[in-house]
């Protein structure tokens, strides 16, 4: 009897999960089965057999299009009418090219891609871009938007955005760039949107046409933010209320936002017991006044200070003294010679958690850098760029003090081999050092260093130091950043400068992968395939 | 008393499932042959282990009609490195290497009939593989499915794919 049950029961839950087998009964019989599968592969659909892959419940069939980048979601959406509708269904994160012709196809698009909860329409500087009747169709189509990012939809307005914040409630995470709308689409967004917690914008026209800035936010959305991230706003300060109301923010990041920022700052001290955790500022009018009222962030563990030439040692010690939990310090100086020894030796006094500390034009002596070895054990990563007190001295303090190093960027410093030898014999846990357009670095002194230490992987260059010099300073930081992979904080705290040389390693690595391609694929499908990408994107 | 009774029954029970659990559990394959296998290969099996779990342990032997002899080994033997914690990139590599395209779909269709996830993602990743960057026609041959759409339909397909983006966003998640 439980046999039989037992059969029925397996039976059962075959064709429920196998609806559309067909291929089982072969299975009745194994020598057909095999005979039929030689044919199968060559003639399925002339013989009457379903094909395997149509076996698969469409959420295995969803599995495989998970696997595959966007590009191969998009041919295997061409291959029959049922894998079409399910990789439509199953595709969640949709980048749209947002030019005016986008209209007419849009709904069919969404028809098509029913289940978009990532979004990004994305125009280009030459182009015009789609206007607010497209937004609001795809708002209508897409109620359950989580993440939105629009570059350079300049044709959009406040009245657009108003009716795609009402139809996108759930949205948790805004980008949007080189956009025109203003404050009251950017409001509406705050007011109704109770579940964002990640706001980016960068270069948004609209809030700087008014002579008075129109204050944004804080919004229902103020309770949910973690994240905000202003780039290249005239008058960010406008974003004010928001950052005051923001009670649960943990990262704020400004980026080249020019006016005064020490009085929102001061006011947030003031109001605020502040969450925030993570702080970036770039070429920010900010001076020690500000500083003093970050301080009062005690849970603070990051601070980016790029670029900020008002900010002194003052500012940083009062940093230094209130928020102990500080991990990862990354100065600028800007050769400012405005932070250096006095505030160094306060950090390393009060902040004993510190992982990492950057350096870039600023000119710490071994005063300093002695005592962070000494009082700072989980020192792990440091980079000293462009730094005129860094000798083979204080590389040999940093040698013998820092036991926890494990990587060491040292970039257009005046070190010498001598300064190698002392690291050959120092940092016992060291992984990783690089050091860059130093010209008293010959390649003797790198190489007995990699002799030496054969554990440490040791990156020198010496070549052409002299041409490059001149961008030292402000290639420091993307350096660094790639020395340090698990910080891509640092890469956004760059400068443009730097954004613009990330973009050609972008495109490096993409002609690259083409080469690659076009290398490993002369089959004659592919070709087609390129052919057919290329000529239907010229259409668009 | 009816606790008493109650509390009896469980015992019983639990003594009766006790010993049929680490018994061995046979699978028929769809050719009837019987593979017999420890316990904890059925657990494994999503399919088998509910099966057992329904009838209180006392059924083992457990017939598998949409799986063949040919491919019930190898998904034993996955599972068994799975159970060992032995699943490594070295092995994996090993594994698929031995299989055909057919085999790697018919196994996927027992890993998905078995609801044995580990098998199946890796699997689905392995097809993955074999598609990417293949062309339309490529693909259809390999899963030997018909095109059923008109050369209208398609090139109008092909057109409104042409709005999308498919290249990595690189400021998806770092920049901003």
Not at chain 1, 162 to 169: D, I, P, V
Not at chain 1, 365 to 387: D, G, V, Y
Request: proline share 4%; with cysteine.
């Amino acid at each position: 009897m439980g046999q039989a049950a037992s059969t029925a029961a397996v039976a059962n839950r075959r064709e429920r999960t196998t609806a559309k087998t067909t291929r089982s009964t072969s299975l009745v019989s194994p020598m057909n089965a095999t005979e039929e599968d030689d044919d199968d592969i060559r003639h399925p659909v002339d013989r009457g057999i379903s094909d395997y892959i149509s076996d698969l419940p469409d959420e295995c069939l969803a599995i495989v299009f998970q696997s595959l980048s966007p590009a191969d979601r998009n041919q295997c959406s061409l291959v029959c009418r049922r894998w079409l509708i399910v990789e439509g269904q199953s595709r969640q994160r949709l980048s749209l090219n947002a030019k005016l012709d986008l209209l007419p196809v849009i709904s069919s698009l969404f028809n098509r891609f029913d289940s978009v909860t990532k979004l990004a329409l994305k125009c280009d500087r030459r182009s015009v871009s789609i206007r607010d009747e497209a937004l609001v169709i795809i708002s209508e189509r897409c109620p359950n938007l989580t993440r939105l990012k629009l570059r350079a939809c300049r044709e959009l307005t406040d009245a657009g955005m108003e009716t795609f914040a009402r139809n996108c409630k759930g949205l948790k995470k805004l980008s949007c760039g080189s956009c025109t709308f203003g404050s009251k689409g950017m409001n509406a967004v705050l007011d109704n949107c109770a579940a964002l917690e990640e706001l980016s914008v960068k270069r948004l026209r609209g809030i700087a046409e008014t002579a008075v800035a129109e204050p944004i936010g804080p919004g229902v959305a103020a309770a949910s933010l973690k994240t905000i991230c202003l780039k290249e706003l005239y008058n960010g300060q406008c974003f004010g209320s928001l950052i005051l109301g923001a009670k649960n923010l943990k990262t704020l990041k400004l980026f080249r936002c020019s006016g005064d920022w020490d009085t929102l700052f001061t006011l947030m001290a003031e109001r605020v017991t502040s969450m925030i955790a993570d702080v970036h500022f770039e070429r920010l009018q900010i001076s020690d006044i500000g500083l003093q009222a970050i301080s009062h962030c005690s849970n603070l563990e990051i601070l980016h200070l790029v670029k900020t030439p008002e900010c002194t040692d003052l500012g940083l010690v009062a940093i230094a003294e209130r928020c102990k939990l500080l991990r990862k310090l990354h100065i600028d100086g800007w050769k400012a010679n405005r932070i250096g020894d006095e505030g160094l030796i306060a950090v390393a006094k009060f902040c004993p958690n510190l992982q990492e500390l950057v350096l870039i034009g600023v000119n710490p002596t071994k005063a300093s850098l002695e005592m962070l070895a000494s009082n700072c054990p989980n020192l792990e990563r440091l980079a000293l760029c462009a730094s005129d007190t860094v000798g083979d001295p204080e590389i040999s303090c940093i040698a013998a003090k820092c036991l926890a190093l494990k990587k060491l960027c040292i970039k257009s410093c005046p070190v010498s081999d001598h300064g190698m030898e002392a690291l050959a014999n120092g940092c016992p846990n060291l992984v990783k050092v690089k050091v860059k357009k130093c010209k008293g670095v010959t390649p003797e002194g790198g190489d007995w260093l990699r002799l030496t230490r054969g554990s440490v992987a040791v990156n020198l260059d010496t070549v052409e130091a002299e041409l490059q010099d001149a961008s030292a300073s402000d290639g420091g930081a993307q350096d660094n950043a790639i020395e340090f992979p698990p910080m891509p904080v640092c890469a956004a705290a760059s400068t443009s400068g730097n954004i613009a040389s990330r973009s050609t390693v972008r495109s490096a690595s993409f002609k690259q992968r083409l080469g690659l391609l076009s290398g490993r694929k002369i089959v004659a499908s592919t070709l087609r395939r390129w052919s057919g990408g290329s000529t239907s994107a010229r259409h668009g | 008393m009816a606790e008493e009774v109650s509390s009896q029954m469980n015992s019983l029970s639990i003594s009766e499932t006790n010993p049929s659990s680490s018994a061995t559990i046979s699978l028929v394959s769809g050719d009837d042959i019987v593979f017999k296998v420890e316990p904890t290969i059925a657990k494994e099996m999503e399919t088998v282990q509910s099966f057992i779990d329904e009838t209180d342990g006392k059924i083992t032997t457990i017939p598998l009609p949409n799986i063949s002899s040919h491919d019930l080994p190898y998904v034993i033997e996955y599972c068994e490195k799975s159970i060992a914690g032995k699943i490594t990139k070295e092995f994996e590599a090993e594994f698929v290497k031995k299989l055909n395209n057919e085999e790697v779909k018919e196994l996927f269709l027992a890993a998905n009939y078995l609801n044995i996830k580990k098998l199946l993602d890796f699997l689905s990743q392995v097809i993955a593989d074999r598609i990417a960057n293949k062309s339309v026609e490529y693909v259809r041959r390999y899963f030997g499915i018909e095109n059923d759409f008109t050369p209208e339909e398609e090139a109008k397909l092909r057109e409104e794919l042409a709005w999308t983006f498919t290249g990595v966003d690189p400021d998806d998640e770092d920049e901003n």
